[in-house]
Every structure is written in C-alpha cells, then in structure tokens.
C-alpha cells in the first residue's frame, strides 16, 4: 500500500516539475526573444548614437550576441550550484536574475540623456540576462529528468523545450 502512494506522489511531484520547467523555460525565452526584437527595431535608435543607423544597429545586434557569450558561463556555475544547493534554489535565482535585468532594461536612460554609459549598462544587463537563461535551461530539463519516472524521462523532459517554443511563438506574437 505505500508503494501506491509512493507512487502516487512520485507522479505528482513529476508534473509539478514539468510543468514548472515548461513555465520558466516559456517565461526565460519570452523574455529572452523579446529583447532580440527590441535589439533590431527600438534599442539602435534608443541606445546608440544616432550617426550612423547601420553602425548603432550592429551594435545593438552585438548586445543581443553577448548573452549567448554568457551562456556558457552561466551553465557551468548554475548548474554547479544546482547540483550542490539544490535545483529549485537556482532555479529562482535564474528566474529572479532574469526578471531584475529585464525591468532594468526597460528603467535604462538612453544614450542622448547619458552618453556611452548607457550601451555600457545595456551589455552588463544583457550579460546577467544570458547568465541567467542558461542555468534554467540546463537546470529545468535536469530537475524534470530526476522526478520523471524512469522509462518515460525523454517525453517529460521534452517539456522544456517545448516552454522555449513557446516562449518564441509568444514573442513574436508581442511584437506582431
């Protein structure tokens, strides 16, 4: 009998952490994507010099790219702390960290209120959000796959990625 309901728990506490990876996988690349829209159509004119259009959107371009310079530094040190610390933990670290760079974004001044500091704070924001995206990645599709059960772990850890999906239709959708 209290295998049933070992079971029954088991089962329960593996669609919680699916459905939280698909939620935070959807909320991250939401977040992540609409930066990549606002870096090509608003963030050229706000936050770069207005000179030279091609040269302000390469560069807000490059802001966009340096999150993905992040990403690998944020997978190995999240997905250390995961594993020490536990997943849920930096889970909410990478979900707080994300959230608190974006609304720094939307707070920045622009370039003509404060000059090259401005593009200086868009990349550091850009950094901690790249940072951030990859620990939950990473530690969302381990958290599902260590409550999935076993001999169904590929469909429930699925889910995550089926969340960065998502969040890309959901994006593109907000800037339609």
Request: glycine content about 12%.
């Amino acid at each position: 009998m209290a295998s049933l309901k070992d079971d029954a728990n088991g089962g329960r506490q593996a669609k919680k952490a699916t459905a939280s990876g698909w939620i935070g996988s959807a909320l991250e690349y939401y977040d992540f994507l609409i930066y990549a829209q606002a870096a090509a159509l608003i963030f050229p004119q706000l936050f770069f010099p207005s000179g030279n259009p091609k040269v302000a959107i390469i560069a807000s371009l490059a802001t966009y790219g340096m999150g993905y310079v992040a990403r690998p530094i944020g997978a190995f040190v999240l997905g250390h702390l995961g594993d020490t610390h536990g997943r849920k933990n930096v889970l909410l670290i990478c979900m707080f960290l994300m959230g608190f760079s974006t609304m720094a974004v939307g707070l920045l001044p622009t370039y003509h209120q404060i000059g090259m500091v401005a593009p200086a704070l868009l990349l550091v924001l850009r950094l901690v959000q790249g940072f951030a995206v990859a620990g939950e990645i990473s530690g969302a599709s381990s958290m599902i796959l260590e409550h999935a059960p076993f001999g169904r772990r590929g469909y429930y850890a699925s889910f995550t990625l089926q969340g960065v999906q998502a969040g890309r239709i959901l994006a593109a959708a907000v800037f339609r």
